[in-house]
């Protein structure tokens, strides 16, 4: 949430994304409640990818082709890493469970079921040991919209 408004995460960018995007999958539906915030440096404080609100047990999709570099707990949170391009990781992350098959080396597809949610999502993009916002590679425009739109008894 900034300042009262939300991004949502809907549809898939053609742009300022280090992989290629043909054939990629938004890899949740839901809204970006963290947003992308670029250290100053490789070892300073940042937040270096986006959280997505999303619903509980909700599926996690692969969004690239490419192998899986890393998929295991890390500080009691299940996280799988691949790579999608050439020195480009898609980093998924506070997963609930991760799917059967999914290991190190293993080759997953577009909208392949990578695991299951908690509430939120952890997405991250980095190109070498770069971050780089993840917001880029999966909307079109981000769309600013209130809270409360829509909603009965709320003015448009």
Do not use: K, N
């Not at 996690?60 to 899986?68: H, K, L, N, Y």
């Not at 391009?85 to 799917?99: I, K």
């Not at 939120?120 to 190109?127: M, Q």
Request: contains cysteine; aromatic residues 6%.
């Amino acid at each position: 949430m900034v300042a009262g408004f939300v991004v949502v995460v809907a549809s898939i960018s053609t742009a300022l994304c280090p992989f290629p995007l043909r054939d990629t999958v938004v890899p949740v539906s839901g809204r970006v409640v963290e947003r992308f915030v670029a250290p100053p440096c490789d070892r300073c404080a940042g937040r270096r990818g986006i959280t997505v609100a999303v619903g509980e047990g909700s599926p996690v999709r692969v969004t690239a082709t490419g192998p899986v570099t890393f998929a295991g707990q890390v500080g009691g949170a299940l996280w799988v890493v691949q790579e999608v391009a050439p020195g480009v990781r898609v980093t998924y992350g506070r997963l609930a469970g991760v799917a059967e098959g999914i290991a190190t080396g293993v080759r997953l597809v577009p909208g392949q079921v990578l695991g299951t949610a908690h509430s939120r999502v952890y997405l991250g993009v980095r190109v070498g040991e770069t971050s780089r916002d993840p917001v880029r590679c999966w909307v079109r425009s981000p769309r600013l919209v209130t809270p409360h739109v829509g909603q009965p008894g709320h003015p448009r």
